[in-house]
């Protein structure tokens, strides 16, 4: 099964609909799934998606709901959740100077690197920051690089 890193900011905006990018990250969800990719994620990201969720929206229903959604991701093989090991600090910390990016971007962009896994996020400077490394896009470029539209 093919794999792709996919940041927080993908996740998050699928599940709110005042967020700018939900339909379009919504459909690229459907569109992986259908192409039978499986998800990757740091933990921190899983930490990170799940308290920006209950950020938004003021609500631990939500943030139980989006948690639960992502057990059963993982449940089904469609998500693997990636610890923060020993193994990959040896690697953050060899690697995270050539990412002049926030701590949490430079471990999702170390990470995509150590899986050799292509990034997916909506954040313009770390797919600019991390390309200079690895792949890395938007979901809409992602899609139409493998001939999908969303």
């Known amino acids: 099964m093919k794999e792709i890193l996919v940041d927080s900011s993908v996740y998050v905006s699928s599940f709110f609909l005042s967020e700018r990018y939900c339909n379009e990250s919504k459909d690229f969800f459907r569109c992986i799934f ?3 990719y499986r998800l990757a994620l740091p933990i921190s990201a899983l930490f990170e998606i799940i308290h920006a969720c209950f950020r938004r929206s003021g609500n631990l229903d939500i943030e139980q709901s989006v948690l639960g959604h992502l057990l059963q991701l993982s ?3 469609l998500l693997r959740v990636i610890p923060l090991e020993a ?3 040896a690697h953050y910390f060899a690697s995270h100077a050539h990412y002049d990016l926030k701590t949490a971007d430079s471990i999702i962009a170390v990470m995509a690197e150590a899986e050799e896994v292509p990034l997916i996020s909506w954040d313009t400077q770390l797919n600019r920051t ?7 896009y938007t979901p809409t470029q992602f899609l139409a690089l493998h001939g999908k539209k969303a």
């Open 34 to 36: 259908q192409e039978q």
């Open 75 to 77: 449940q089904r093989q």
């Open 87 to 89: 193994e990959f600090s």
């Open 130 to 136: 991390a390309s200079k490394k690895i792949h890395a």
